[in-house]
């Protein structure tokens, strides 16, 4: 495949890399800054994966491991604070805008390569994404240079691609498993591409699925080894509730990736799609729908009959993002270019200040107006817990829920107490209960963390259980988290699952 490039001088090019460079490096400091000086408590998800990181393995009950793995090196690099913790989101959003620019430059050229990298890095959704710890981070990362080594591939590319595709697919599935759609982009690719038909039977790209099946192997292992978990959990999360079509959804999920892809780079992918027959279209545009049509397409059939999450297609945002970036470069559409750049530059400055303000900002003329609610509360609820634990002399502290049981782990986690989680049913709801389940072995007292207040299903598993009164966890100026405590002694049996409230 022939790169479409520019015709600008070499010097010209380096300079305009070097450019690109500096900002990203900026920006990235800036978000780095950002998260030193932000309020937002660590959310439950972020503490899980935190707490799995203490506990180094090849899977976990809700997403394979290489996120726990992330945290782990971070942590041990600068410390436990929740900027630590999300500080690998900004390093690995750099790295992910500058192998956007690799791609583009190898198919449109420098200049299209540069804002491509460019919109990326600026869009309100990495913005966004930059400030916590999620699976979609290293998982942008590693579909990128999946994207770039198998580009490099069509061109002619040796083995080295093709371990290197391995390699990215690899870490990819071990990020999230939604990497498998990167598959689905090949098979697409080889539909309507000769060379792309033409590499499905070449030594590298086989070299690459030994490579990548080896890597996630050990995660596989894992799983058998745990009734398959992972992929029951992953499962259900796509089944939802239940199958029921239903257009509303599957329009809101098309409607949220203006937000998630960015509104002008979503919308210029929408353009190309319905023109994609026509000449203008080039065939490396038409390469970038391959390796986002597949994705968009199953999650957006998904939504149409059960809830789908608006992140759950955002692997496509690398294609989608550098064919914008390349359409609008070539019909000069510089305005367009200049408003995403300013609407994710307003993002960015608003979350920033947002952040810093979290635990005070309200906005009395919304419905909902402690906007930050959802994220906070997850620091006062250990603090609270703290205080209670330290005037009944509680050795270990239990709760029900898997945002308690997370948040308390991480916001306890200097106190020398132990976290236990006690589960609702006798299938394990969590990945605390197979890993931190409450037996009557635990030290007592036992300080129990519940949204529900009855008495009488705990003294069922306990001789002694003493109700504390309400816990309230402040999650912003005018709401909070409710919770009922109890000090509970005298087990007298193996604590089994505990019954509905």
């Not at 038909?197 to 070299?207: E, G, Q, V």
């Not at 300013?342 to 906007?371: E, F, H, M």
């Not at 109890?486 to 019954?499: T, V, Y």
């Amino acid at each position: 495949m022939t790169p479409l490039t520019d015709t600008a001088p070499r010097s010209s090019v380096e300079r305009q890399l070097a450019y690109c460079l500096l900002i990203l490096l900026l920006l990235t400091a800036i978000r780095l800054v950002g998260l030193s000086y932000s309020d937002v408590d660590l959310f439950f998800d972020e503490s899980q994966y935190w707490a799995w990181s203490r506990e180094l393995a090849f899977g976990y009950f809700s997403k394979p491991p290489l996120l726990a793995w992330l945290i782990a090196v971070s942590e041990s690099i600068c410390g436990s604070s929740e900027a630590c913790i999300r500080a690998p989101a900004p390093v690995l959003y750099l790295g992910t805008s500058l192998v956007s620019y690799a791609i583009t430059r190898t198919l449109y050229g420098p200049t299209a390569a540069f804002w491509a990298a460019l919109l990326l890095a600026v869009s309100g959704s990495v913005a966004y994404s930059s400030r916590i710890i999620s699976t979609d981070v290293p998982l942008l990362f590693f579909w990128a240079v999946a994207l770039l080594a198998y580009v490099r591939l069509l061109q002619g590319g040796d083995w080295r691609w093709g371990a290197l595709l391995g390699v990215s697919f690899g870490l990819g599935m071990l990020a999230k498993y939604a990497m498998i759609y990167f598959v689905l982009g090949i098979a697409a690719a080889a539909l309507i591409d000769r060379d792309a038909r033409a590499l499905l039977r070449a030594r590298a790209l086989w070299l690459a699925a030994i490579v990548g099946a080896t890597l996630v192997l050990p995660n596989v292992i894992w799983n058998a080894q745990n009734g398959f978990v992972t992929f029951q959990h992953t499962g259900h999360n796509i089944q939802g509730g239940g199958a029921a079509f239903s257009p509303a959804l599957g329009l809101e999920f098309l409607a949220s990736q203006f937000a998630v892809l960015g509104p002008v780079a979503f919308g210029v992918f929408l353009i190309v799609l319905f023109r994609m027959a026509k000449p203008d279209i080039s065939r490396a545009d038409r390469l970038m729908l391959c390796f986002a049509i597949p994705t968009l397409a199953l999650v957006t059939a998904t939504a149409f009959v059960t809830r789908a999450n608006a992140n759950w297609a955002a692997a496509a945002a690398i294609s989608v993002n550098v064919l914008a970036a390349a359409v609008l470069v070539r019909h000069a559409a510089w305005r367009w270019i200049a408003l995403s750049i300013a609407l994710g530059a307003v993002a960015q400055i608003v979350l920033i200040i947002g952040d810093a303000n979290a635990r005070r900002l309200s906005v009395p003329w919304l419905a909902k107006p402690d906007v930050y609610a959802r994220t906070m509360g997850w620091r006062s609820l250990g603090e609270e817990a703290d205080k209670l634990a330290l005037q009944v002399g509680a050795a270990t502290l239990a709760a029900e829920q898997r945002d308690a049981v997370a948040s308390l782990l991480y916001y306890q986690r200097d106190r020398g107490r132990t976290v236990l989680s006690w589960p609702t049913s006798a299938v394990p709801n969590h990945h605390f209960d197979l890993t931190r389940r409450l037996s009557a072995s635990a030290a007592e007292p036992v300080l129990f963390v519940t949204p529900c207040g009855s008495a009488e299903r705990l003294a069922r598993h306990y001789r002694n259980v003493e109700a504390l009164g309400a816990l309230v966890a402040r999650s912003g100026p005018t709401t909070s988290r409710n919770y009922f405590a109890f000090k509970l002694s005298g087990a007298l049996n193996d604590i089994a699952p505990l019954s509905r409230c």
